[in-house]
Nanobody, 127 residues
Framework: QVQLVESGGDLVQAGGSLRLSCTTS????????MGWFRQTPGKERKGVSYISSSGGVSYYVDSVKGRFTISRDNAKKLVYLAMNNLQPEDTAMYYCAARLKTAYLSPWSQAGSYKFWGQGTQVTVSS
């Protein structure tokens, strides 16, 4: 049974930092690219960042470039999202997701291209 479990969400003040973690089990982690998505009530889930199966390629949505860093540890089957200089507009539920590395022809931010999802962790940034 595949499981993705996010952690690290919290309430922080604007300008603060958080590091989200996503622990995976039940899949051959090295065969999967990983993404972080976020969603606010009433809005669609949007891609925040992506990292390839090897960790050699990463992408970010423009609004987080220079502030967020995605990384992964294939030995521990973990993926991280380091978030700095957080702003109120970063407030959302954050989800990690996994897609097979063979899905690289699909846009990284296409939620439908991801096979497995976690339950989410809440990030709230106060002004």
């Amino acid at each position: 049974q595949v499981q993705l479990v996010e952690s690290g969400g919290d309430l922080v003040q604007a300008g603060g930092s958080l590091r989200l973690s996503c622990t995976t089990s039940g899949l051959n982690f090295a065969d999967y690219a990983m993404g972080w998505f976020r969603q606010t009530p009433g809005k669609e889930r949007k891609g925040v960042s992506y990292i390839s199966s090897s960790g050699g390629v990463s992408y970010y949505v423009d609004s987080v470039k220079g502030r967020f860093t995605i990384s992964r540890d294939n030995a521990k089957k973990l993926v991280y999202l380091a978030m700095n200089n957080l702003q109120p507009e970063d407030t959302a539920m954050y989800y990690c997701a996994a897609r097979l590395k063979t899905a690289y022809l699909s846009p990284w931010s296409q939620a439908g291209s991801y096979k497995f999802w976690g339950q989410g962790t809440q990030v709230t940034v106060s002004s």
